[in-house]
C-alpha cells in the first residue's frame, strides 16, 4: 500500500432529528495521545451536551481504532461512525458526534440512523486527500550541502518533519515509500551527508 485517504482539516455539520441535534465534528488525528486533547476541546466547545461519541482510526493497518457509545444504548453511535469512517477507507481521522437531546426518544434505528447521518454530512463538507506513504529518515549535513538536499527533497515531494538549519544541519523527512529506493541511492550520493532511519 503506497497511498492511504485522509483529511487535513477539521468540519462540522449538524442533523436533526425530532428535536435532537447532532453535530458532527471531523478532523484529521495522528496518534492515540492528541485524542485526549481533541475531545477535551470538543467537550469545552461543546459544553451542556447530553452525549460526546465519537470513532477514530489512525495508522496503515486498519487495527489501531476506538469506538464510544458515551452512554447510548451498545451499537447505537460509535459503531455507526466507524462505519462511515470504514466505507471511505479513511484512517488518521477522528469524528466526534455531540448530541443535545430534544426530549424525545429516538429508539434505535433512530439513533443508528442520526450518528451515521451527521458523520456522513461532516464528511460532505471536507476534502478527503491522498497521501503517500512515508518512511522517516533522520539527516545530518553541513550547511553548504543543503542546496542538494532540497533538491531532491523537493523532486519527490518528501514532507520535511522537522529541520534545524545552522551551520550543521539536521532534518527529518518523510520519504515516499513508493520512491524509497531512489530517494536513498540519491542523498548517499551527497557527500558528507549522513541518513538515519527513524523507528517509529
Given at each position: 500500500?503506497?497511498?492511504?485517504y485522509?483529511?487535513?482539516?477539521?468540519s462540522?455539520?449538524?442533523?436533526?432529528?425530532?428535536?435532537?441535534?447532532?453535530?458532527?465534528i471531523?478532523?484529521?488525528?495522528?496518534?492515540?495521545?492528541?485524542?485526549?486533547k481533541?475531545?477535551?476541546?470538543?467537550?469545552?466547545?461543546?459544553?451542556k451536551?447530553?452525549?460526546?461519541?465519537?470513532?477514530y482510526r489512525?495508522?496503515?493497518?486498519?487495527?489501531?481504532?476506538?469506538?464510544?457509545?458515551?452512554?447510548?444504548?451498545?451499537g447505537?453511535?460509535?459503531?455507526?461512525?466507524?462505519?462511515v469512517?470504514e466505507?471511505?477507507?479513511?484512517?488518521?481521522?477522528?469524528?466526534v458526534?455531540?448530541?443535545?437531546?430534544?426530549?424525545?426518544l429516538?429508539?434505535v434505528?433512530?439513533?443508528?440512523?442520526?450518528?451515521?447521518?451527521a458523520?456522513v454530512?461532516?464528511?460532505q463538507?471536507?476534502?478527503?486527500?491522498?497521501?503517500?506513504?512515508?518512511?522517516?529518515?533522520?539527516?545530518?549535513?553541513d550547511?553548504?550541502?543543503l542546496?542538494?538536499v532540497?533538491?531532491?527533497?523537493k523532486?519527490?515531494?518528501?514532507?520535511?518533519?522537522?529541520?534545524?538549519?545552522?551551520?550543521?544541519?539536521?532534518?527529518?523527512?518523510?520519504?515516499p515509500?513508493?520512491?524509497?529506493?531512489?530517494?536513498?541511492?540519491?542523498?548517499?550520493?551527497?557527500?558528507?551527508?549522513?541518513?538515519?532511519q527513524?523507528?517509529?
Amino acid at each position: 500500500m503506497d497511498y492511504y485517504y485522509t483529511v487535513e482539516q477539521r468540519s462540522t455539520a449538524e442533523y436533526k432529528d425530532r428535536g435532537s441535534r447532532f453535530i458532527a465534528i471531523v478532523m484529521p488525528l495522528t496518534s492515540a495521545d492528541d485524542f485526549k486533547k481533541e475531545m477535551d476541546a470538543v467537550k469545552k466547545a461543546y459544553p451542556k451536551a447530553s452525549h460526546y461519541c465519537f470513532a477514530y482510526r489512525i495508522g496503515l493497518d486498519g487495527n489501531q481504532y476506538r469506538v464510544s457509545d458515551a452512554g447510548e444504548p451498545s451499537g447505537t453511535a460509535g459503531r455507526p461512525i466507524f462505519g462511515v469512517i470504514e466505507s471511505k477507507t479513511l484512517t488518521n481521522i477522528l469524528i466526534v458526534v455531540v448530541r443535545y437531546f430534544g426530549g424525545s426518544l429516538l429508539g434505535v434505528p433512530g439513533l443508528i440512523n442520526a450518528y451515521r447521518s451527521a458523520a456522513v454530512l461532516a464528511l460532505q463538507t471536507v476534502p478527503v486527500i491522498q497521501k503517500s506513504v512515508e518512511r522517516l529518515y533522520y539527516l545530518h549535513f553541513d550547511y553548504t550541502i543543503l542546496n542538494d538536499v532540497m533538491t531532491i527533497i523537493k523532486q519527490f515531494n518528501c514532507s520535511i518533519a522537522d529541520q534545524q538549519l545552522q551551520l550543521f544541519c539536521q532534518m527529518t523527512i518523510g520519504i515516499p515509500q513508493n520512491r524509497l529506493d531512489e530517494v536513498l541511492f540519491k542523498l548517499k550520493d551527497i557527500r558528507g551527508l549522513e541518513l538515519q532511519q527513524k523507528k517509529l
